[in-house]
């Protein structure tokens, strides 16, 4: 499987960002995609996810602000972000794992099989 991440931009505080996930070479609607971040000096993290099944999950600090969903017919999966603060400013990365992934596998990185090439958001005045 190839995805590719895209979307990515600079923004003011409190503006919105959508990014988007496009998958090839295996369906999305039968897997768990993911985004993480990475910001400069830290370690990539968990942000958000969509399971085989529809149901979803947020890092505690984005949810309310950031919304995860899929197009079946398009084989993509996109984060509208809303609300960016600086602390969002990261390199974003999709990732895909195969089937459902339970709760406790989700901000592992090494649950997910295949990963995009990261695209940069970067929130400032």
């Known amino acids: 499987v190839q995805l590719q991440a895209s979307g990515g931009g600079l923004v003011q505080p409190g503006g919105s960002l959508r990014l988007s996930c496009a998958a090839s070479?295996?369906?999305?609607?039968?897997?768990?995609i993911a985004w993480f971040r990475q910001a400069p000096g830290k370690e990539r993290g968990f942000v958000s996810a969509?399971?085989?099944?529809?149901?979803?999950s947020y890092l505690p600090s984005v949810k309310g602000r950031f919304t995860i969903s899929r197009d079946n017919a398009k084989n993509t999966v996109s984060l509208q972000m809303n609300s960016l603060n600086p602390e969002d400013t990261a390199v974003y990365y999709c990732?895909?794992?195969?089937?459902?992934?339970?709760?406790?596998?989700?901000?592992?990185?090494?649950?997910?099989?295949?990963w995009g090439q990261g695209t940069q958001v970067t929130v400032s005045s």
């Open positions: 070479g295996r369906a999305v609607r039968s897997n768990t």
């Open positions: 990732a895909a794992g195969v089937g459902r992934l339970i709760t406790s596998e989700l901000s592992r990185a090494g649950a997910f099989d295949a």
């Open positions: 969509i399971r085989s099944d529809g149901s979803t």
